[in-house]
């Protein structure tokens, strides 16, 4: 019998306000598992880490506008949405920035790979982009595919695991970005 169901999600329960946000974290989790199967991608799989490590996080201040953004982005994300508050406000407090870019500057390419220190999952705080996609062997940046704008996040795949961008993301104005590396 599978665990993946409404009993995957109880231990998490107290970190959701209310049973219509746990419906919604359910819905969102089982239509991501079936669109996942119909696309391009299959799962998504985090790399090993070696928590023995002298590990300190970083926390970068904010004002609370700025840090109520990145957290409503972050728990629009599945991999964060069952995130216990305490962890969730550890993890806002970690994001970088801001990052100011200007109309045509290049966020990142397809293809490239995302070292450890580097920008890997982004807010937008000001601004909006542009998120392009080649086919095998088309000129970049391809074909707009999705936008972003205030309150969007992007780059989450880059956050888990070191595989190449699915996407170029390039600045359509002038932004602000918050960034959290691996």
Known sequence: ???FGKEAIEPYQAALPSEEDREAVF???INMAVTLRK???????????DSSKDWIHHQTAKAPMQAKR??????KLFMFALM???DLKVLVGAFKGPLRLRAG?????????????????YVVEVGSL???????GAPTPGEHVRSFGPGHAFGELGLLHDAPRPLTVVAR?????WWIDR
């Open 84 to 86: 216990p508050s305490e």
């Open 105 to 121: 500057d290049l966020v990142f390419r397809q293809g490239q790979y995302v070292p450890p220190e580097e920008p890997a999952l």
């Open 39 to 49: 696309g391009r991608r299959w799962c998504v799989c985090g790399e090993s880490w």
């Open 130 to 136: 542009r998120g392009f996609w080649a086919q095998g």
């Open 27 to 29: 819905s969102q989790s």
């Open 173 to 177: 104005t002038d932004c602000q970005l």
């Open 1 to 3: 019998a599978s665990n």
């Open 70 to 75: 990145i957290m409503d982005a972050c728990m």
